[in-house]
C-alpha cells in the first residue's frame, strides 16, 4: 500500500475515533441543553461543569453557567463565568446585559451602569432597557422568548367553553360547556351550559368527547379533573367543583353595579372508583364556604398537592398553594407557595411536570397579555429561586393557561381565549420545537488530522451581526446552538490555518431535526514558523552550538515533520549579527547552519527531507542594526537565527471542502 497510503488510512481512522469521543461530549451537551431549555437550571449545572472539566465547548458552557446562575439568583457564582467571556472581543453584545443584570443585583451598581451603557450602544431602542429600569424583573427581560413552540387548536373545539386538559391512559380529559344532547341549564354569566368534565380518544381527530361517567359531573360547574394514586396504588381524582355561598366574593362573582347577585365557591373533591364507578368519596380540608380553593395538580411521586386559592392571608386575588400527602394518603396544611411565584394579581392553574418542575398562570407577572403561562426555576434544594415566561406563541395577548405536558416534555395541551378560537375558550395542543445545533468536525486539509483550538464565529448571514462563538475541542469537534428558518455564516480560522468560510440556512431544515452537520477543512499556512509555534532559534555571540533554549524550538521542528506533516520537505538558513566580517560571518553562519542540520537529522528526520543548509552571514539582517553602537545586545541577538523556508508541504495535496 506505501507509507502515504497507510499514513492517509490511519489518519481517517483517528477522525472516526475522535468523533466518538466528540459524540460521547456532544450527548452530554444535548443532556444540559436541553435541561436548560426545559427550565431545569440546577439540574443542567453539572452537567455544563462536566464539558468545561473535559474542555469540552468551553465558551457555551461558560455562558450557559452564568445565565443559570443567573436565574437561580445565585448572581455571585453567576459573575465568574460572565467573566470567564464577556471581555472577549467577540462575544455576542446581547450578554452585556446579562451580565449587567447580574452586577446590579450582586449589589456592583457602577458596574452594573457601565455594562448597561456598553449594551445601550448597540440595542438604543431595545425596550427591556425601560422596563428592567423600572422594576427590575429578572427573568422575564433575561429569558430569550423567541418562538420555540407550535401550537394548533385541537379538533374538539366547539363554540363553547373548552379548557383544561389532562391526560390519562390514552384519553384527554377537559372541560367544557358544549351541549350534547344532555339537558342541562343555562349559567348566566356567559349563557353557555355549566361546564362538565368530557373525555375523548388522545391524537385520534375522528373521535367525539363522552361525558364524564360517574358522579363527578353535577348540576354545578366541575372543571380541572386530574388523576393520581393513594397510599394502596389505587387510581383515584381531583376535580374543582363550584357551589353558592352568600355575600362573599371570590372567583365567580357576578355584579350589577355594587351589588351581588350571585356567588361561586371553589372547592376540592376526590373520586375514587367503587365496584367499577367513579363516586365521589371527600370534600378535601382546604375547602371552605367563604373562599375557592381549585385547579389541583399532583407531582409525579404523590408527595405534593398543588392548589390555587383566594383565601385570607395571601398575596393578593389568588395564589398557589401546596400541601404536603402523608404517607397514608392524607393531604396536609396549605402553604403559600411564596412570593417569587405569588403576586399582587392572580396565580391560577398550577401544573407540575414529571421532572417536579411548577408551571401556572398569572397576571401579575410581566407578560404578553392578561393571563400568562409561567414556569419556575428551582434550585437543588427545591427552592424556588424565579419564574420564566414561556413566551409567544404559547402566550397571546389574551388569558392563557391550564399548562399540561405529557410525560416526553415536548407535547402538551394549553386553554385561551385568543383571537381566532372558536368559543370563549379553547384547547391547543403544543409541541416544543427541539433546540437546533450545528455542528462538526475541523480537520486539516493535508494530515486530514483533526485541529482543536479552532475559533468558530457564527453570523447572521442576513444582518451580518455576530451571533455566538466558540473553539473547537481537542478532538476537533465544536458545536453552537442556532435558530430555525435563518440563514448563517460560519468562519474558522486558526493561527495555523487561514480563514474558511462556511455559508448554510436552516429553511428547509425538518421539525424533528435537532443538528446540522458542518465540518470544516482548513489548508495549513506554508510556513514552518507558524505551523510549529516556533520562537526564534539564536545562538550565542561568535558561537555555533546549539543553546537549551534552541534544543527545545528544534524539538517543535522535529515533531512538525515527523508526526504532523511527514511528507513535509525543508530547507535551513542560519544568519549572523552584523558584527564583523562577510567572510568570517558567512562561515560561522555555514556552521550554525550544519549544527542545527545534524540536530535535526539525529532526531530522526530523514536527510531528503532536508534539501540542503546554507549561511548567509549577516547579509539578510531583520533590522536595521549595522554596528554595536547603534544597536542593544537584544538587537544584535535578533540577527543570529535560523529559519526553515518550506519547500513542500505534501506529495498529494487535499483541496479544502465542507461536508453537509
Known amino acids: ?163 383544561g386538559s389532562f391526560v390519562f391512559d390514552g384519553k384527554l380529559y377537559f372541560s367544557s360547556s358544549r351541549k350534547d344532547g344532555v339537558a342541562t341549564k343555562t349559567y348566566d354569566w356567559n349563557n353557555e351550559g355549566w361546564l362538565d368534565i368530557f373525555y375523548v380518544q388522545e391524537n385520534n381527530t375522528l373521535a367525539k368527547p363522552k361525558r364524564f361517567r360517574g358522579e363527578v359531573n353535577s348540576k354545578f360547574h366541575e372543571s380541572s379533573l386530574v388523576f393520581s394514586t393513594d397510599y394502596k396504588n389505587d387510581t383515584i381524582l381531583y376535580f374543582t367543583r363550584n357551589n353558592y355561598f352568600e355575600k362573599k366574593e371570590n372567583f365567580y362573582t357576578v355584579k350589577k353595579g ?23 368519596t371527600r370534600s378535601l380540608r382546604m375547602n371552605s364556604d367563604h373562599y375557592s380553593s381549585g385547579h389541583t395538580s399532583v407531582n409525579s411521586e404523590r408527595t405534593l398537592f398543588y392548589f390555587a386559592s383566594d383565601r385570607p392571608g395571601g398575596y393578593g386575588g389568588t395564589d398557589i398553594y401546596y400541601c404536603k400527602i402523608h404517607e397514608r394518603g392524607g393531604v396536609g396544611l396549605p402553604i403559600n407557595a411564596g412570593p417569587v411565584v405569588n403576586t399582587a394579581g392572580n396565580e391560577l392553574f398550577p401544573f407540575v411536570n414529571n421532572e417536579g418542575q411548577l408551571f401556572f398562570s398569572s397576571d401579575g407577572h410581566l407578560g404578553f397579555g392578561q393571563l400568562d403561562v409561567f414556569a419556575t426555576v428551582a434550585d437543588s434544594t427545591g427552592t424556588i429561586k424565579e419564574v420564566v415566561n414561556l413566551g409567544t406563541p404559547l402566550n397571546s395577548e389574551k388569558d ?28 391547543y395542543k403544543f409541541r416544543l420545537i427541539p433546540a ?133 520537505i525543508i530547507k535551513l538558513e542560519s544568519h549572523t549579527d552584523p558584527l564583523g566580517s562577510h567572510e568570517y560571518n558567512d562561515e560561522l553562519s555555514e556552521r550554525r547552519a550544519k549544527s542545527t542540520y545534524e540536530y535535526l537529522i539525529k532526531k530522526g528526520i530523514p536527510k531528503y527531507r532536508i534539501t540542503h543548509y546554507k549561511g548567509f552571514g549577516k547579509r539578510k539582517p531583520v533590522n536595521g542594526c549595522t554596528s554595536d553602537e547603534d544597536c542593544t545586545p537584544e538587537e544584535l541577538e535578533l540577527n543570529r537565527r535560523t529559519e526553515f523556508p518550506m519547500v513542500q508541504l505534501s506529495n498529494l495535496r487535499i483541496n479544502p471542502a465542507v461536508s453537509k
Open 400 to 427: 392563557d393557561f391550564a399548562y399540561f405536558a405529557l410525560e416526553n416534555g415536548i407535547d402538551g395541551y394549553v386553554s385561551s381565549n385568543r383571537n381566532g378560537g372558536l368559543g370563549s375558550d379553547d384547547i
Open 258 to 280: 355594587d351589588t351581588i347577585t350571585k356567588l361561586s365557591n371553589l372547592k376540592i373533591f376526590k373520586g375514587e372508583k367503587i365496584n367499577g364507578e367513579w363516586k365521589v
Open 436 to 568: 437546533l445545533r450545528v455542528e462538526g468536525v475541523v480537520t486539516d486539509g493535508i494530515n486530514l488530522q483533526t485541529l482543536d483550538s479552532v475559533k468558530i464565529s457564527l453570523f447572521n448571514q442576513t444582518t451580518g451581526a455576530l451571533v455566538e462563538t466558540t473553539y473547537s475541542d481537542k478532538n476537533g469537534y465544536y458545536q453552537l446552538p442556532i435558530d430555525r428558518k435563518n440563514s448563517y455564516r460560519i468562519e474558522a480560522f486558526r493561527k495555523t490555518h487561514p480563514r474558511q468560510t462556511v455559508y448554510f440556512d436552516t429553511y428547509r431544515t425538518k421539525r424533528k431535526t435537532k443538528s446540522i452537520t458542518q465540518n470544516i477543512v482548513l489548508e495549513p499556512v506554508m510556513d514552518v514558523k507558524v505551523l510549529a509555534g516556533l520562537n526564534k532559534i539564536y545562538f550565542d555571540f561568535d558561537k555555533h552550538n546549539i543553546r537549551p533554549d534552541a534544543a527545545i524550538e528544534l524539538d517543535k521542528v522535529a515533531k512538525l515533520l515527523l508526526e504532523t506533516y511527514p511528507e513535509m
Open 1 to 163: 500500500m506505501g507509507k502515504i497510503g497507510s499514513f492517509k488510512i490511519f489518519s481517517m481512522l483517528a477522525i472516526v475515533l475522535y468523533s466518538f469521543l466528540g459524540i460521547a461530549q456532544s450527548n452530554i451537551q444535548a443532556t444540559a441543553d436541553k435541561l436548560f431549555n426545559n427550565f431545569a437550571y440546577a439540574k443542567a449545572i453539572p452537567e455544563y461543569e462536566t464539558l468545561i472539566k473535559n474542555n469540552y465547548n468551553v465558551p457555551h458552557a461558560s455562558k450557559r453557567l452564568a445565565e443559570c446562575y443567573l436565574l437561580l439568583r445565585d448572581f455571585e457564582k453567576s459573575i465568574p463565568y460572565f467573566e470567564q467571556f464577556i471581555n472577549e472581543e467577540d462575544t455576542p453584545t446581547n450578554y452585556y446585559f446579562k451580565y449587567a443584570m447580574a452586577l446590579k443585583s450582586a449589589g456592583q451598581r457602577e458596574m452594573a451602569e457601565t455594562w448597561l451603557k456598553k449594551y445601550k450602544k448597540y440595542h438604543r431602542n431595545d425596550p427591556r432597557l425601560k422596563q428592567f429600569l423600572k422594576d427590575g424583573n429578572l427573568a422575564s427581560i433575561v429569558f430569550n422568548s423567541r418562538e420555540r413552540y407550535e401550537l394548533e387548536p385541537v379538533p374538539f373545539n366547539t363554540a363553547f367553553s373548552e379548557f
